[in-house]
């Protein structure tokens, strides 16, 4: 088996959270009805023109920012000519000749600790088609709702040597987007789609094997689990002395292998020329600078400041960082008064498992960094016990003000002495048998006595301050 | 039938103002000739009868606005310029049902200045042709002669405008489809520089060259025209972000002093001599108005026609793409039919010889392993072509030469050789390349037809190119002759 060595190249597509298109005001939104965003632009009317849009060719530079690249100072759009029924216009814009990045990189963490550098070749900004639908009643369905989205499509260099690294790869390369804020970067909802290249060749081959291309994968389990199978059939293939197909495969997740889509005999020709309705884009210093000055800080950037500033561990400032949307809501808690340990713990602890039960992104719950950082202030002024936080957590989860909650459940924590003091020696009085025992010598009747206050305050006292409470008591009889 | 539109447009808003015409008699009129001529000249594709009476209803309601020249005017819009509810076909079968749902930026314009559209006038498919004889819905005449080619593109507008009906129109001209359908029929015709007209709504042919102009009877008329056209539309981002002149304030100046280059190319071998004599006598007549007139060079503007073709095409087969069957127009749809199967049917049936030649050789110029060779290359002779003339307008503010190699052929004549054809438009498609703006008046005549006087100007100075203009047609007084047949 070691005698194979195996290369990768990654072509992942991003869709771009713009307001409007790429090269129309049409909106962008996912899940809308069909055709509802569009206009003549999108269907292609003759006589229409597009505009560039000024945020989709800025989030191509955010990207390439994000990945070391470089960015391309003198930008025009081309044409990328195909028929197909989603595709009105027959062509789609794209940056064929000037991708507004190149020669980028990504680090990875190895699971033996070294860290890895993946080039990036290019990334180039370019809009989406369509979506077909087939009725299998001998039509299809077009919705043009997609056409027209801005993408970045980012090209690695055949840098990655096994399934184990793409993967790590695509992690990466989702959380370095994530943290630029261009783009949701979800899988299932077509926001990142992967293109797989993989060849495999006898170690020490001058030249790479043949590329076996695998299309849309989307999911990054999915991704390794084709380039897992695809590299054992192409060694096996090899072994077997037989010659790899340049073809287009597909994953198929039933059999967990990959099925031949076609086999190609040429390349496609897309007949690429410069876009004649756009003009020429000068990217100015200027321009780079104010667009970098807007990028939010990146998630390597957060795990030093929440080390250094907060005091947190490594591992707990990495799942912090999983997703822009954790981080973001761990700043404006913290910001909002909460202490930083406790507001990571709340989010690694009792927000991932409410996450986890209930398959709910964040920004989907009814959780609020203001309401996470009012609970926390209720549990470190001594308000509320740890143990009402739990029914106050599971509040604010429904929506609910913490101090109001607290207020109208009468959760509030019993620490008054005046109020304590009185409770303690009537039930002093009624348990004479644990004052006997503890001033004979029996430090666990303390315990019981608590027990009693808590029991007779439904467990709103404050248990440090009875347990002081209960030894002056003591001590006066 | 009275014979409103041999007068300009001064003329026929002071009558308006006046109330001795109304703006349904002049829509009235120009509906009435032109389908009057209709057998003759064939100028129109499309007559909104129906909608132009009723537009010019309720502009004199309305009442005449004293202060806007166009207010209640009739015109005549090239068949590619798209109208909102008015068929739009570009002389093609595939869009011979095509209604358009909204309107070019132009028709924009011209809609809230109170023109009224009387139809759609005829052309070459899709532009694609310098004879108008490639249209679908057959070959418009000369208005001079009904045997000869009104030129083409923009055949149709320069007929009506020349044959008196009516008082302007639009063309579009992307190699020459303006100006030299302008020169067959002695009119004004202007297309101004790339990017001062926005070409939102005009069916694309060539896009990089593609331009929207007037033809008038006069050029003052072309100069008032081109003033409501003009300007910046951020949906056409290569239009360009200047303001628009005011283009008849200096008309008047004259040419005394203007610096006049003469290139010797445009009187080499191939030009007619008829067109060589009347074009040199035009130029003396510069020099007599005082200009200062010297032979130039554009060394590279015979590979202009070669680059021409191949990089129209090359875009014209882009843009063409989208005629598939689906989505508007004509549809070859069947029972049981795959994909393909429709869209070549479409397109075969759909597309004229015309069309389908310049699809299939801007397919083979973009294809892999051909584009360097042929797209690049024709890429690369543009940018010399605009370093000629960078260089002569760094002295001279004009050039000055023929419009068309020849007089307006015979209609049928060059049908079997595309090639020479093509040949036709090799003084005016360096313009094109160039981006520059470019006119052609009435400079005489040879055998009783017109021969263009071609002024090319520097980039956005359609201010000089009008000066000059206006002081060679008021020394002429070319314009006060009409075709002898009138409608």
Known sequence: ?477 | MTDFFQEDLVSLHKKLVNKEITAVDLAKAALDKAEHAQKDVNAYITLDRQGALKRAAEIDAAGIDADNIFSGIPLAVKDNIVTKGLRTTAASHILDNFVPIYDAAVMEKLNKLGLVVIGKTNMDEFAMGGSTETSFFGKTANAWDHTKVPGGSSGGSAAAVASGLIPFALGSDTGGSIRQPAAFNGIVGLKPTYGRVSRWGLIAFGSSLDQIGPLTRTVKDNARVLSVIAGKDPRDTTSEDSPVPDFLANIEGGVKGLRVGVPKEYFAKGIDDDVKATIKKAIAKFEELGAVVDEVSLPHSRYGIAAYYILASSEASSNLQRFDGIRYGYSARQEGQTLEDLYVKTRSEGFGPEVKRRIMLGTFALSAGFYDAYFKKAAQVRTLIVSDFTKVFQDHDLILGPTTTSTAFDLGSEDDDPVKMYMNDLLTIPVNLAGLPGMSINAGFANHLPVGLQIIGRPFDESTIYRAAYAFEQATKLYEQHPEVSF
Do not use: C
């Not at chain 1, 814009?93 to 033996?112: F, K, L, R, W």
């Open chain 1, 1 to 477: 088996m070691s005698s194979f060595e195996t290369t990768i190249g990654l072509e992942v597509h991003i869709e771009l959270k713009t307001k409007s298109k790429a090269f129309s005001p049409s909106p962008v939104n996912f899940g809308d009805p069909a055709n509802e965003n569009t206009n003549v632009i999108d269907w292609g009317y003759p006589g229409v023109l597009p505009s560039a849009n000024k945020a989709a060719l800025e989030g191509g530079m955010m990207a390439a920012l994000a990945l070391n690249a470089q960015i391309s100072r003198d930008v025009h759009w081309d044409r990328k000519n195909y028929v197909y029924p989603d595709n009105p216009k027959s062509y789609q814009v794209t940056q064929q000749q000037t991708p507004i990045g190149h020669d980028g990189y990504v680090e990875i963490q190895m699971p033996d600790g070294q860290t890895k550098r993946i080039g990036i070749k290019e990334l180039h900004v370019e809009e989406d088609a369509g979506k077909n639908s087939h009725s299998g009643k001998g039509y299809s369905l077009v919705d043009l709702n997609r056409q027209g989205t801005p993408l970045v499509e980012i090209v690695s260099q055949p840098d990655i040597t096994s399934p184990e690294e793409a993967y790590l790869y695509l992690e990466k390369l989702r959380q370095l987007i994530q943290f630029t804020g261009i783009s949701d970067v979800k899988m299932q909802e077509g926001s990142m789609r992967v293109d797989i290249n993989i060849s495999v060749r006898p170690i020490g081959a001058a030249k790479f094997g043949t590329k076996v291309e695998i299309k849309n994968v989307n999911s990054f389990q999915y991704a390794r689990n084709t380039l897992i199978y695809e590299e054992e059939r192409q060694r096996e293939e090899l072994m077997a002395g037989h010659t790899i197909g340049q073809e287009t495969r597909r994953f198929d997740e039933p059999t967990k292998s990959t099925i031949l889509m076609r086999v190609k005999e040429g390349a496609d020709d897309y007949r690429y020329f410069p876009e004649p309705d756009l003009p020429p884009i000068h990217v100015s210093d200027a321009w780079i600078d104010e667009v970098r000055s807007r990028l939010p800080e990146a998630a390597a950037t957060r795990v030093h400041r929440y080390m250094t500033e907060f005091g947190l561990s490594d591992k707990d400032a990495a799942v912090l960082t999983q997703t822009l949307e954790m981080a973001n809501f761990f700043d404006q808690t913290v910001a909002n008064g909460a202490d930083p340990k406790r507001a990571a713990n709340y989010l690694i602890g009792d927000v991932n498992a409410y996450l986890n039960e209930t398959q709910l992104d964040l920004q989907n719950t009814k959780l609020t960094a203001v309401n996470l950082a009012e609970l926390i202030k209720l549990i470190d002024d001594g308000t509320i016990s740890t143990k009402q936080a739990k029914k106050v957590f599971t509040a604010i989860t429904e929506g609910k003000d913490p101090k109001a909650y607290v207020t109208e459940n009468g959760l509030v924590q019993l620490s008054d002495p005046s109020k304590l003091t009185p409770m303690i020696s009537q039930i002093l009085d009624n348990n004479q048998q644990s004052v006997d025992d503890f001033k004979g010598g029996k430090d666990r009747a303390i315990g019981y006595l608590t027990g009693q206050v808590m029991k007779s305050t439904h467990g709103n006292a404050n248990p440090k301050v009875v347990h002081e409470l209960l030894l002056a008591e003591l001590s006066k009889r």
